[in-house]
């Protein structure tokens, strides 16, 4: 496997979720890095480092579609919950003995950009909206700051 390279069709423009996105990226390539030229001890490390961000990354994005409103959270959730298993089956698999690094760098680049191009780009516009409001009605500091600077000016 060649090591992966951002594409900008993999942009949801949230840039928080975009830079995550890249991170996982990066991690599957150090990934494949450590697979080539480190000890099985390195290669569990990274798969460790990327199991967890992966799991951060999914709970902060969860949290977002939850908050923008968005009506498939649920079934999205379900999606990662689903992935979490797969990798977890992995990292067992490999923690057994089994060489399954390139099994599992396969699965996910292919998963993680059908799911940038799909799942995530369904929630990206209701997300981005709720967070140009959010910022809008906070840029100036909350109500209270608001009101004072109204009141009192």
């Given amino acids: ?16 979720i ?4 890249r991170r996982i ?11 080539t ?37 649920a079934a999205h959730k379900r999606v990662h919950e689903v992935f979490t298993k797969r990798v977890s089956e992995y990292r067992m698999r490999f923690q057994a003995g089994e060489d399954v690094v390139d099994e599992l760098k396969s699965m996910l680049s292919r998963w993680l950009f059908n799911h940038i191009r799909n ?5 990206s516009e209701q997300v ?3 967070l140009d ?9 909350g109500w209270l700051a608001r009101t004072v600077r109204r009141l009192f000016r």
């Fill in 1 to 16: 496997m060649a090591l992966l390279l951002w594409q900008d069709d993999l942009n949801t423009g949230i840039e928080v």
């Fill in 18 to 21: 975009d830079d995550q996105h």
């Fill in 25 to 35: 990226v990066s991690m599957i390539n150090q990934l494949h890095q450590a697979q």
């Fill in 37 to 73: 030229g480190a000890s099985a001890l390195v290669v569990a490390d990274v798969i460790d480092e990327l199991v967890d961000y992966t799991l951060s990354h999914f709970a902060f994005e969860e949290e977002l579609m939850e908050e923008a409103g968005y009506p498939f959270c």
């Fill in 119 to 123: 799942d995530d780009r369904a929630y």
């Fill in 128 to 130: 981005r909206r709720h």
């Fill in 133 to 141: 409001r959010f910022t809008r009605e906070h840029e100036h500091g």
